[in-house]
């Protein structure tokens, strides 16, 4: 039996090894780019590669915050302390956006069962805990800071809402151990002023501001470590040993934030005021423009508009100011002070001067008409003093703050934060944890119900007859 002898063309054989080689060539090609674009991509920042689809945002970081790690200029690194495996997904969300924003923050989970005695280094420091270290300065974090419960909502309805706090904790943290200096907040007493409560002292607290009573009467002077004086709605006027006390202290380059009650007559306070170029506006402010003040209320209640400058760079743009029953401040054009609006009136408010004894807000003939300034900054390059005078004796009570969700407390966190030079920081607002019901505004309600209810059947009916005489027709 002969055996075949077959043999394949060159050409055929040479184009099946071209065309494999080909194909691993162009396979090894397509899994190096798949490797280069994973890495890329996993070096990208979260935010750019992971979207935030929370319904408040959980991740998506404030202006506030993006500001202050665009400026770190010293490397802070963050110790998350959780066992792996049980690592609290939304602060690693929230630690991988701050690290993807700046180059001077990174973190690192520190497994308590892997290292059993790091925590020791920190007071405070537990599991859950986030350690802030910058240099030899340190913030704990504990997992209450990061988490909230509303006890009201749980002691009434039985039901707890945690709320999210973790970037507020986080910002106020590294805002802290980067700070390279302490300021000392003096806060005038003996003339029935109204001392700050907890939400503005905690707003203060965050910007490294520590703030302490004076009583000018017993004291005798202003101490060397002051970094600003605040003088908070006198019920009544300063002496004139206090008066000179001040004056001195401005002449040489002290800072100075005052808010009077125009019903209280405070002629030496006044005079504090004139030295540096304000005076009042006599009458009351009544506002016309409805945005500029809240519904239902008295139209002396006002919402005025926020000036966007490095004074109030600190109050989140979200944020309202809130300064219920207020008189307008004029300057003086020939002073030596340089005059910045923060606070105003709507374009078409008025100034009530008869308002002692009106029985409506109608205004008079003679009442001036036009944008009244509520709190001016003074500022004198040549001598470094800084004066801010908001004339309303209610912007810094604490339920008018909470009426605009600390609005007000920001504003004066960030007043004292340009005083001192310092960089802002403010206040962010704790993010909701609970889903959000949807609901239907009524005049939505009917159109909708006629859509479902009606539009809707008559159509599909419709629809369904012509595809039925089409078919038949066929």
């Not at 780019?33 to 929370?54: C, H, M, Q, W």
Request: hydrophobic share 40%; aromatic share 8%; proline share 4%.
């Amino acid at each position: 039996m002969k055996k075949l002898n077959i043999k394949l063309p060159q050409g055929g054989s040479k184009r099946a090894l071209h065309s494999g080689m080909y194909a691993s060539v162009l396979a090894v090609v397509v899994l190096a780019v798949i490797i280069l674009v994973n890495l890329v991509i996993r070096a990208l920042p979260t935010k750019y590669t992971e979207y935030d689809i929370s319904t408040t945002s959980l991740f998506t970081l404030s202006d506030t915050t993006e500001n202050l790690l665009h400026e770190l200029n010293a490397d802070v690194t963050a110790y998350y302390l959780a066992e792996s495996g049980q690592e609290d997904a939304n602060i690693t969300r929230l630690l991988d956006r701050y690290a993807g924003e700046s180059s001077h923050f990174s973190w690192q989970q520190r497994d308590p069962v892997l290292y059993p005695t790091f925590a020791q280094q920190y007071d405070g420091a537990s599991a859950g805990s986030v350690v802030l270290v910058c240099g030899d300065n340190s913030d704990v974090l504990s997992y209450n800071d990061m988490y909230e419960m509303d006890l009201e909502s749980y002691y009434t309805t039985g039901t707890a809402n945690y709320s999210f706090q973790a970037e507020n904790a986080l910002t106020s943290g590294i805002a802290k151990v980067t700070r390279t200096a302490a300021y000392q907040l003096y806060e005038l007493t003996g003339h029935g002023e109204t001392a700050l409560s907890d939400d503005f002292t905690d707003t203060l607290s965050n910007a490294g501001v520590t703030v302490t009573s004076l009583n000018l009467t017993t004291a005798g002077s202003i101490p060397a470590d002051v970094s600003a004086v605040l003088i908070n709605a006198p019920g009544a006027d300063l002496t004139d040993a206090e008066t000179k006390i001040l004056k001195d202290y401005v002449a040489n380059g002290g800072k100075l934030f005052v808010t009077t009650d125009f019903t209280t007559g405070t002629p030496n306070l006044d005079s504090v005021l004139a030295d540096c170029g304000m005076a009042r506006q006599p009458g009351l402010l009544i506002e016309t423009d409805t945005d500029h003040y809240p519904y239902g209320y008295p139209q002396t209640y006002l919402l005025p508009k926020l000036a966007g400058n490095d004074i109030t760079a600190g109050v989140s743009q979200s944020m309202m100011i809130y300064t219920p029953i207020a008189q307008g401040i004029t300057t003086n054009d020939d002073s030596e002070f340089a005059f910045t609006d923060l606070l105003t009136t709507g374009d078409n408010a008025y100034s009530m001067e008869n308002y002692a004894t009106a029985e409506t807000a109608q205004k008079a003939d003679t009442d001036p008409e036009g944008c009244f300034a509520v709190a001016v900054a003074a500022d004198n390059s040549a001598t470094g003093a800084r004066v801010v005078w908001v004339n309303c004796p209610n912007l810094l009570e604490s339920n008018i703050n909470q009426a605009v969700s600390g609005g007000n407390a920001q504003f004066l966190g960030s007043v004292v934060n340009w005083m001192n030079g310092e960089q802002t920081t403010a206040v962010i607002n704790a993010k909701s944890m609970s889903a959000a019901s949807l609901s239907v505004p009524t005049s939505a309600a009917i159109p909708l119900g006629v859509l479902f209810t009606l539009v809707l059947p008559i159509v599909c009916i419709i629809a369904g007859a012509v595809v039925c005489v089409v078919r038949r027709r066929r």
